[in-house]
């Protein structure tokens, strides 16, 4: 930390860190100073002028912009004065006199910088009489932002924050004083996964956003603090509403976790809440289809079936999938109704593509992402974060970036931090545990590398790098950090709150709270809170589909979970759930899984119920509600809740405020963490330890094959939130075979022509691509495409031209 | 859209001249407008690949400077300087002249591609004001007829090469200061006729 | 140059030797680079003390010692001069008469402020209208890396020197050191944010940097020929050595015009530069460059030329451009055209000067065409005064740079003396000068 200075802005002393922009240290302590240009999260620029303060000089006062000017001791600052006064008014009539003044048809109008100091420090009249500027009104910058360049003011915040924060500098001001305008290059839009914070910082309506360009006015919303439902991060973020319908989400500067940004999968995926696709009655099957049914006869049916088949195959004949795509509450509820009503420790929230449960909610020592802001080096051995954690990636970038941390990257090919990256190694899916065991060996170019991460402090990212990747290579690499001097590990995995789920005992050997079956008496407190609980570990989710499939298990409960799409074998998750004698399934849509359902239950989904998320690092923060849930629907826990009653064994909640403070009450890692200790801690939510996992190393086998599989998922694909957010759909990849030229040469095929791929579970007909990134012999198939058959988790494949 | 072989040995040159690769990026434009006549977008795309920059960061740096011209203007680029000491001079009715015998108006380019016309600010010959330059080689002294007559020469003779001073003998007047020596370097576009541009050839310096 | 009874030392050679000053052969037979070779066996602190001494003040306008700012020179290297060849000033030309003139003057100078600050690679920013100038500077520069003046191991030593010529590519605002240094980077060239005051501190790729204006740097091998103490002798009190006065406008001999300072306005334009064309009467002249206030006979014409002189009388000389008008010249047209001038050259970075410069020159050119209105003046005084807080000399500035407050001088020189003029342009709806 930087030494404190004393500083007097209007006669007001004031303690700030040394070199902090005046200007917030003057808002920071009450002084607001109005502002366009800068941003606290950019690096100042001092464009606009209207930042102006008068500085104390032994030449007398000085007019300086504020944003500049970096606080040291004994400055004397004022902001008030006549000639402060003049010159503000005058920059303010100065960026009106070319503006359109179209505030009554503006996206910002009621919540914009310019109109509210307008008000607040602008001339009365227009002194101008000249013609205006004139471009042609909006033209796109990317499929999802528009740029208006008559409202635009040149502050360079979208420029800045493209290339400074993105590292996607595809958006610039060209040309020259007066004619100076905000661009794009022909056929190169800017379309970075994270242009939509440029909507957001800037302060104007220059840039709207498709998705919501003239859907409300400002004045008209409501807005609610939440966190995003989309990754892991845990990303504050305002949700916005009016009209029981959720219109736009905006990043929160939660210095913690996403310091203002988001991706524009977590900016605009807001649109499948409001979806008519959505679920708003019970469905119950009928034939090959289902028909409506009410709440009391599908309960019944479900009570009545599940019961049947404890009876006679025994509550570890059922089967339970899913909990990550809602609350710690409903996890929390789910967990308990598989545990205690109906007596099984089959669950589990990863879909076959995650690392060890234990591995990702109680690893230790575990890093934070702040943690990042103050490493010497970063180890990443995980999924491309571009493109699976958006702001965890903007934060690595920086750390590089700014601060200059160095960052080895460890993957099977191109990933979007490369070009930060001091050293890249590349290797062939299913060769990682060789790769890593050259690396912990420091060989040959591994070298330099290894040496850096012998001096601390190193945060070491690690996650699966694809879903054909054993996941025991993660607990081997995360072994490996944990052997370093002076490392912490962040495990990654995708799917919003899997963490909080895996906390609440989503997990075949884990109890609500981090709690394994091999600590007796954590374990014997839960058989005592819940009544019973199965004595040893449950099957993971590959575990249950195959015993699903093959007659060992009986039935299923899916809890926002779409184990077709989502698991690396679809067909085999299809054949468990037909096999099955019954499925009941929890769900906000007709999913490809919930559609083989017996009966389908709507569900409130996100932004229509309240409870917490725990993020990767085990940060709690609150969700929040703002529209009604549509038609029926239910939270989950109440769900569950009501299927207990009729089974007999009621759980206890009737509301989930109720259930949380249940798991402050049993669940040791959320001991006495009550929803007011959140809200209390807001934005940042509140960091949880009660880590006991030190991941040990197991030998694994590599696979030796001619070609191999990567098969990894990418920002946009065809889940369910995204299939029905119709402003991002369009924007995945598809179905595309990637081979390295070397390869495609090989095989007689090049860019465009069509490839069988046959995998260990499936096979798919893909068009080529090249990547001269990938090692020789690796096909990479983007993960859950629309219309892609599944290919399996194997690694071994079989590529040929079609 | 690839440069001649020529012309990436040149920009190889230019390269080494820089302690870093964007310094490189305004010879290469003006590489770039040597081999196709104006600034394309895929010159532009080229550029960027050589500096190590997006082809928008390049535009932005193109855009800001008044000599990289995104469009075609012509064989010829007649650009008269109306700044304040050659319009006191007279640059004004210079500039309509030029404007009226091409038959287009500042900022434009006649039908047949052949001359653009421009009006610019100081070109530093104030002293021979009013100045003209054609393709940036420069004419002091200037009368509108002799503008007028400059206009039509270029149209007619359609040199290969534009030389000030062969210029300045048939059209030009009062100089800033005595040129002194002839030469017979000169333009082949509208962009300044500097062969180097920013480097020198390391077989010439032996 | 015509009128001679001054000493002349930068112009001497090319009016001595017209038809070959600016080769090798001429330079070295009139006793060029012995200066250069004599600088390799001096020290660093040395050359920073003679030229110290000398006063020599830069060239570029902003009147600044260039020894202080060569000893500002912070350690770390490798460390940058950059010579400042973007002379786009309306009014001025002398920089091009040095470049195409006498160029080895230049490289010598270059060489000699190289040693002095420990400079191993030089760049000339030449304007991109300047091709023939920049030919003559890379052919000069091929010669003296051919006779072993440049390139490694320089007049036998183990010093290595380098030049590069970078070409602009039509902005004025380059000429500016900070934007001159964004340039030479590849990027647009604005103007970069005060403090660091100079880019000796954080200047090419934020590394240390002395940019110095091509005749600031042609003085150098003068003033290590002569002694610091005759190099002051030529001048007059503070203002040493010459002084290049580029004279334009309404005058019987515009050109370039070597001269001490001292001597008076009256001096300048009715004797050296031959007085006023056709007999006319002189109404004003701009004394700096386009950026500086105007002065009017009534007031200034017996006025000694000083830097103090010009500074007190609200004024300054800038780069010695003096662009003199006639009582035949509309004062609106031409405070338009100035105006209009800093607008066109506005990088646009800082709203003032982006949206303020376009606006002056829209009231000024609509007063022109006899469409302005009586709140008019007063508007512009206005506006000026947010480009510029209470108009004062030298500008108090809301913007980045000195390009905006620039354009607020000729409104004020309007407004101080020629009031009358522009009021009846409102009043009569047209030009009162027909
Ligand atoms: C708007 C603006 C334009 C300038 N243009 C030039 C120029 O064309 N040539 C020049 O030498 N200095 C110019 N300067 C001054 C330079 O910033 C710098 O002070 C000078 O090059 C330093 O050299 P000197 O100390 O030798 O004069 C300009 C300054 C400003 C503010
Ligand atoms: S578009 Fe918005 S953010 Fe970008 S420069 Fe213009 S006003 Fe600033
Ligand atoms: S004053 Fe004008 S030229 Fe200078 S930085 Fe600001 S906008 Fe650019
Ligand atoms: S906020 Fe300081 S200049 Fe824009
Ligand atoms: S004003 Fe025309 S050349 Fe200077």
Redesign the interface.
């Known amino acids: 930390m930087a030494d404190l200075v004393k500083i007097t802005v209007d006669g007001k002393e004031i303690e700030v860190e040394a070199g902090t922009p005046v200007i917030d240290a003057a808002i920071d302590n009450g002084t607001y100073i109005p502002h366009f240009c800068h941003h606290s999260r950019l690096e100042p620029?001092?464009?606009?002028?209207?930042c102006?303060v008068e500085l104390e000089t032994p030449r007398g006062m000085v007019?300086t912009p504020s944003c500049?000017l970096p606080a040291s001791e004994g400055q004397v600052i004022h902001t008030k004065t006549p000639?402060v006064d003049?010159?503000q008014?005058?920059?303010l009539?100065?960026?009106l006199?070319?503006h359109p003044l179209d505030c009554p048809v503006c996206d910002k109008g009621g919540e914009c910088p310019l109109q509210d100091q307008t008000l607040g420090y602008g001339p009365g009249e227009s002194?101008?009489v000249?013609?205006k500027r004139h471009f042609e009104k909006p033209v796109p910058v990317s499929d999802l932002v528009l740029l208006d360049r008559e409202r635009c003011?040149?502050c360079s915040r979208c420029v800045r924050f493209a290339e400074e924060v993105a590292g996607d500098?595809?958006?610039?001001?060209?040309?020259?004083?007066?004619?100076?305008h905000i661009?794009?290059?022909?056929d190169?839009p800017f379309s970075s996964y994270f242009s939509g914070n440029t909507v957001q910082i800037c302060p104007v309506g220059a840039l709207t956003a498709t998705a919501y360009r003239f859907r409300a006015r400002p004045w008209d919303l409501r807005k609610v603090e939440s966190t995003c439902p989309h990754c892991t991060a845990g990303e504050a973020i305002e949700i916005d509403a009016s009209q029981n319908q959720v219109l736009r989400f905006n990043g929160i500067d939660a210095d913690a976790t996403n310091q203002g940004w988001l991706s524009d999968k977590c900016r605009f995926g807001f649109e499948f809440i409001g979806s008519a696709e959505r679920l708003t009655v019970p469905l119950v099957r009928d034939g090959d289809g289902f028909r409506e049914s009410t709440w009391a006869e599908a309960l019944d049916l479900v009570a009545e079936r599940l019961g049947a088949v404890i009876e006679s195959r025994g509550g570890e004949a059922v089967a339970g999938f899913g909990g990550a795509r809602g609350t710690n509450e409903d996890a929390y509820a789910f967990s308990k109704f598989m545990r205690a009503v109906v007596g099984s420790n089959h669950i589990d929230a990863r879909m076959d593509d995650a690392p060890a449960a234990e591995l990702l909610a109680a690893v230790q020592p575990r890093a934070t992402i702040g943690d990042l802001d103050t490493a010497s080096t970063i180890l990443l051995w995980g999924p491309d974060l571009k493109e699976e954690a958006g702001t965890l990636y903007l934060r690595v970038r920086q750390a590089v970036q700014k601060r200059g941390a160095k960052l080895v990257v460890v993957h099977p090919r191109r990933t979007g931090l490369d070009d930060r990256a001091t050293w890249k190694f590349t290797y062939r899916p299913g060769t990682g545990f060789g790769t890593l065991e050259a690396f912990a060996s420091g060989a040959g170019d591994f070298a330099e590398a290894r040496k850096a991460l012998d001096e601390g402090p190193v945060v070491a990212v690690v996650g699966l790098t694809g879903m054909t990747e054993d996941p025991t290579l993660a607990t081997a690499v995360a072994a490996f950090a944990a052997g370093l001097p002076d490392a912490k590990i962040l495990p990654v995995a995708r799917r919003s709150n899997t963490f909080g789920a895996l906390d609440m005992g989503c997990a075949p050997g884990l109890l609500p709270g981090r709690v394994s079956f091999g600590d007796a008496d954590a374990v014997a407190a839960f058989e005592a809170a819940f009544g019973a609980v199965p004595d040893h570990a449950g099957l993971d989710t590959s575990g249950m589909l195959e015993g699903l499939a093959n007659g060992d298990l009986a039935a299923a409960v899916l809890v926002g979970a779409d184990p077709v799409r989502d698991v690396p074998d679809g067909a085999l998750a299809r054949r468990a759930l037909e096999a099955a004698d019954f499925v009941v399934a929890l769900d906000l849509f007709l999913t490809d899984s919930s559609s083989l359902a017996d009966v389908v239950l709507p569900a409130e989904g996100f932004a229509e119920k309240e409870g917490t998320f725990t993020n990767l690092e085990g940060r709690v923060s609150k969700v929040n509600r703002i529209v009604a849930g549509p038609g029926q629907t239910q939270p989950d826990w109440s769900i569950l809740e009501e299927i207990a009653r009729r089974m007999g064994r009621p759980m206890g909640f009737d509301s989930a405020e109720t259930v949380a403070e249940e798991i402050a009450t049993v669940a040791p890692a959320y001991a006495d963490l009550r929803w007011r200790d959140v809200e209390r801690k807001k934005p940042e939510g509140v960091l949880l330890d009660g880590g006991w996992y030190t991941p040990k190393a197991p030998a694994g086998p590599d696979v030796d094959a001619d070609m191999v599989l990567h098969l990894a998922r990418t920002l946009y694909d065809d889940g369910v939130a995204m299939r029905q957010s119709l402003s991002l759909h369009h924007l995945a990849p598809g179905g595309v075979a990637y081979l390295h030229p070397g390869d495609a040469e090989r095989l007689g095929v090049t860019e465009g022509d069509q490839v069988v791929v046959v995998g260990s579970a499936g096979e798919a007909t893909l068009p080529v691509r090249f990547d001269p990134s990938l090692p020789a012999g690796v096909v990479y198939v983007p993960f859950n495409q629309a219309g892609v058959p599944s290919l399996g988790a194997g690694a071994a494949v079989e590529v040929r031209s079609a | 859209m690839s440069w001649s072989p020529e012309t990436v040995a040149r920009a190889e040159r230019i390269m080494q001249r820089y302690p870093e690769r964007r310094s490189a990026v305004m010879p290469l434009l003006y590489l770039s407008m040597l081999e196709d006549g104006y600034l394309t977008?895929d010159g532009?795309r080229e550029v960027a690949e050589w500096t190590g920059?997006?082809?928008?960061?390049v535009?932005?740096v193109a855009?800001?400077?008044g000599m990289f011209k995104l469009r075609y203007t012509g064989k010829y680029l007649v650009s008269v300087c109306t700044s304040i000491s050659c319009m006191l001079r007279g640059a004004d009715d210079v500039m309509a002249a030029v404007e009226d015998e091409a038959g287009v108006p500042h900022g434009e380019t006649d039908d047949d591609g052949v001359i653009a016309v421009e009006h610019v600010e100081c070109i530093g010959a104030c002293g021979g004001a009013p100045a003209v330059q054609v393709n940036y080689e420069l004419i002091e002294g200037i009368t509108p007829e002799q503008a007028r007559d400059l206009v039509r020469w270029l149209r007619e003779e359609q040199p290969d090469k534009i030389v000030a001073d062969d210029l300045q003998e048939r059209f030009g007047g009062t100089r800033s200061f005595d040129w002194a020596i002839r030469e017979t370097e000169g333009a082949v576009g509208p962009f300044p006729a500097f062969g180097p541009y920013g480097t020198v050839a390391e077989e010439d310096r032996s | 140059m015509t009128t001679t009874t001054y000493p002349q030392v930068l112009t001497r050679r090319m009016t001595e030797h017209p038809a070959d000053s600016h080769t090798l052969a001429r330079y070295e037979a009139t006793g060029g680079y012995q200066q250069a070779r004599a600088a390799m066996g001096m020290t660093r602190e040395q050359l920073v003390e003679t030229v110290k001494e000398s006063g020599l003040i830069g060239r570029g306008g902003a009147g600044f010692s260039a020894g202080m700012k060569w000893s500002f020179l912070a350690p770390p290297r490798p460390s940058y001069l950059v010579v400042n060849g973007d002379e786009s000033e309306p009014g001025t030309f002398k920089d091009r008469q040095l470049l195409e003139r006498d160029p080895h003057q230049m490289i010598e100078g270059i060489i000699i402020a190289s040693v002095a600050n420990e400079v191993h690679e030089a760049f000339i920013y030449i304007r991109g209208e300047y091709p023939k100038p920049a030919r003559r500077v890379q052919h000069a520069i091929d010669e003296a890396y051919a006779a072993g003046y440049l390139g490694d191991g320089i007049f036998g030593s183990d010093y290595q020197l380098d030049v590069t010529v970078h070409l602009g590519g039509g902005?004025y605002i380059c000429g500016e050191e900070t934007a001159l240094i964004n340039s030479l980077e590849g990027r647009?060239g604005e103007p970069r944010?005060k403090p660091p005051y100079f880019p000796a501190a954080k200047g090419l790729y934020m590394l240390p940097t002395i940019v110095n204006n091509v005749e600031t740097v042609s003085n150098l091998p003068h003033i290590l020929e002569m002694g610091a103490d005759a190099y002051k002798a030529l001048g007059h009190d503070k203002d040493t050595g010459t002084f290049l006065f580029s004279v334009s406008g309404h005058v019987k001999r515009p050109g370039n015009y070597e001269l001490p300072h001292g001597i008076t306005w009256r001096e300048l334009i009715f004797d050296i530069a031959g007085g006023m064309l056709d007999g006319r009467e002189l109404k004003a002249w701009i004394p700096g460059g386009a950026s500086a206030p105007w002065f009017v006979p009534e007031e200034h014409l017996d006025m000694p030329i000083t830097k103090d002189d010009c500074g007190q009388a609200g004024s300054m000389l800038g780069s010695g451009a003096v662009i003199v008008m006639d009582d035949s010249t509309c004062m609106v047209k031409a405070a338009e055209r100035v105006v209009r001038f800093f607008?066109?050259?506005?990088?646009?970075?800082?709203?003032?000067c982006?949206?303020?410069?376009?606006?002056m020159q829209?009231?000024l050119a609509?007063i022109e065409e006899g469409h302005g209105r009586a709140v008019d003046l007063d508007?512009l005084l206005d506006?000026s005064?947010?480009?510029s807080?209470?108009l004062a000399w030298p500008p108090?500035?809301?913007?980045?740079c000195p390009l905006g407050p620039s354009a607020v001088s000729p409104v004020t020189s309007l407004a101080k003396y020629f009031r009358e003029e522009v009021e009846a342009h409102v009043t009569e709806g047209r030009c009162p000068l027909g």
């Open positions: 620029v001092g464009l606009c002028r209207m102006l007019l500049t000639v003049k010159a008014e005058g920059v009539e100065f960026l006199i070319n002194r101008f000249e013609e003011i040149l500098p595809l958006i610039e001001i060209t040309a020259r004083g007066n004619q100076a661009e794009t290059f022909p190169e | 977008d532009m920059l997006t082809p928008v960061q535009k932005s855009s800001f400077y | 902005a647009r944010l607008a066109h050259e506005s990088c646009g970075q800082c709203t003032p982006r949206e303020g410069t376009t606006w829209q009231i609509r508007l506006v005064d947010n480009i807080p209470g108090k500035m809301t913007t980045i």
